[in-house]
């Protein structure tokens, strides 16, 4: 009896030019120290924010993450059903503060030792679906007249007057974002959903050199009037290149645990997931370096035991090939540690495995080759999916 589908394992190995897709707190380029190497880093938060927007725009469907969800409801009611500003400002106020989350209150961007009356943060970030907001100003139209008599929230002591539970039930609402993602707010009971998708920081497959790059703005003026010399602007920003390895893997129980038992729903979630951690990019620096490239080579397996990185294929460096570059010689790698590290594991383990990419010669270690990512996807999915095995995974 051939045993469930339970992960489904993506990898991608994806030459960047020159790029600094995800800064630390200098505006330096992210690093990690691998194999005695180092190496240019994108973090997993980063590269799983660019795919939850792809993934979105895909389904359809949208997640709010935010600490001012009080100040949307506002901008709903005043904006789109006409409520008076202050009225408005007031129930955005009391939704709010109308959970269990605590919550302070904004300052005055001109006199920041003056709080502003209603217009409440709250001190965790909540997560909802974009439907939420439209839910959230219905409860206040019902409670209008309740709102009309009641008081500003001026502190985090005051209390709103609408009952908590209305609130909390809205705010607990999950959508397939939710359910594929998941979601930490532990200041409400029962809210917190466990994600069915891991994803690891990008890295390099070989060593990196951060580059400085100077930079200098000419002053329109002064350039057509030729009465100064020097530029009206000088700096530098780091950038660096390379190929990098991505893995992220999806637990099908958990997903199933989040869904019910839906094959379809799992289906277009899944499929929706794995083309976003294809095709997504983050955005930083985009106007000044534009490094949209796809990825070489990308390798889905469906696993009935656990989830498997090749990372460890690159822990001794890739070093460059005679005429330059490092994406051969990098899928060779992986090609190479895939087909060991499954041998080793055992291959039953494996329900299907397949790849698509750029190489045109054939790679054992990853199973079947597909013309297009599409393809890898369904056939992947036909696999995990078809025939029973969402039921199984449950």
Do not use: C
């Not at 995800?22 to 190496?39: E, I, P």
């Not at 660019?50 to 359809?60: H, K, N, P």
């Not at 002053?219 to 660096?240: C, L, Q």
Request: glycine share 8%.
């Amino acid at each position: 009896m051939t045993a469930p589908a339970r992960f489904i394992d993506i990898h991608a190995l994806q030459s960047i030019p020159f790029a600094n897709l995800n800064r630390d707190d200098t505006n330096s380029v992210k690093t990690v120290q691998y194999g005695n190497t180092l190496r240019t880093r994108v973090s997993s938060q980063s590269w799983k924010r660019a795919m939850r927007t792809f993934f979105q725009e895909r389904i359809g469907d949208a997640a709010l993450r935010t600490r001012r969800i009080g100040e949307r409801v506002t901008r709903e009611l005043r904006e789109q059903r006409g409520w008076p500003s202050e009225l408005a400002q007031r129930a955005g106020g009391h939704i709010a503060a109308g959970s269990s989350i605590k919550f302070e209150l904004a300052k005055n961007r001109e006199d920041p030792k003056q709080i502003v009356p209603n217009k409440v943060l709250t001190n965790a970030m909540v997560y909802v679906p974009q439907a939420a907001v439209t839910e959230l100003a219905d409860f206040a139209e019902e409670k209008r007249e309740a709102l009309e008599k009641a008081k500003d929230i001026k502190k985090p002591s005051d209390k709103s007057v609408l009952p908590n539970d209305r609130i909390e039930a809205v705010l607990r609402s999950r959508n397939g974002v939710i359910n594929l993602f998941g979601r930490m707010l532990a200041e409400i009971d029962d809210a917190g959903v466990d994600g069915a998708v891991q994803v690891a920081h990008a890295l390099t497959t070989h060593a990196t050199d951060v580059e400085l790059d100077y930079f200098s703005a000419v002053d329109d003026i002064t350039d057509a009037w030729d009465d100064a010399t020097g530029s009206g602007h000088m700096g530098h920003a780091e950038f660096s290149a390379g190929t990098f390895y991505r893995y992220a893997t999806v637990d099908l129980r958990d997903l199933t645990a989040n869904i019910g038992d839906d094959p379809q729903a799992a289906r277009e979630l899944v499929s929706a997931f794995l083309a976003s951690f294809i095709e997504s990019l983050p955005q930083a620096k985009k106007n000044s370096t534009a490094p949209h490239t796809i990825p070489g080579l990308v390798h889905v397996a469906v696993r009935s035991d656990r989830p498997l990185s090749y990372a460890a294929a690159f822990e001794e460096p890739v070093r460059a090939a005679d005429i330059g570059g490092f994406a051969a010689r990098s899928v060779t790698a992986l090609d190479t540690y895939a087909e060991a590290a499954n041998k080793l594991l055992g291959t039953g383990r494996i329900l299907t495995s397949g790849w698509a990419g750029l190489d045109p010669k054939d790679l054992t270690g990853l199973g079947r080759r597909h013309d297009s990512f599409d393809g890898l996807i369904s056939h992947a999915l036909d696999t995990a999916l078809g025939d029973g095995g969402a039921e199984a995974a449950a």
